[in-house]
Nanobody, 127 residues
Framework: QVQLVESGGGLVQAGASRRLSCAASGGAFSSYAMGWFRQAPGKERELVTSINWSGFSTYYADPVKGRFTISRDNAKKSVYLQMNSLKPEDTAVYYC????????????????????WGQGTQVTVSS
C-alpha cells in the first residue's frame, strides 16, 4: 500500500484559490486511482473528486464542478487539487486517498473502497 502525505491547506478568503498536493511513497503509484475527500465539522466524509490511474478520466462531485481540478503526475508520484473560487462551505479537512486498480473510468466511489489515506489538511475559507 502507498503512504500518502497532503500539504497546501490553510486559511483563505472566499473567492481565492488554493492548491493541495498529495505525495505518495512505498508503492506503484501508477497502479492506483486517487481521490480527494473532505470532511466538515459534524458532517460525513464525502468524495470531492477522483482520477483514474492514467489521469485521463476524472470525476467531480456537483458542489465543486467547474471550480476544482484534480490532476496527477505519475513520475512525481503526486496528485493535486486546484481549488478556485473557494466558498465558506468548502471549509473542511481534505484527505487524499488511494484505491488500488487501473480502472479505466473515474467515478463516484465509496470511501471504503480506498485502502490508503493521508492524514488530512485543513482548508478554512473565510467570508
Amino acid at each position: 500500500q502507498v503512504q500518502l502525505v497532503e500539504s497546501g491547506g490553510g486559511l483563505v478568503q472566499a473567492g481565492a484559490s488554493r492548491r493541495l498536493s498529495c505525495a505518495a511513497s512505498g508503492g506503484a503509484f501508477s497502479s492506483y486511482a486517487m481521490g480527494w475527500f473532505r470532511q466538515a465539522p459534524g458532517k460525513e466524509r464525502e468524495l470531492v473528486t477522483s482520477i483514474n490511474w492514467s489521469g485521463f478520466s476524472t470525476y467531480y462531485a456537483d458542489p465543486v464542478k467547474g471550480r476544482f481540478t484534480i490532476s496527477r503526475d505519475n513520475a512525481k508520484k503526486s496528485v493535486y487539487l486546484q481549488m478556485n473560487s473557494l466558498k465558506p462551505e468548502d471549509t473542511a479537512v481534505y484527505y487524499c486517498a488511494a484505491r488500488l486498480g487501473r480502472f479505466p473510468i473515474a467515478s463516484m466511489v465509496p470511501s471504503a473502497d480506498f485502502g490508503s489515506w493521508g492524514q488530512g489538511t485543513q482548508v478554512t475559507v473565510s467570508s
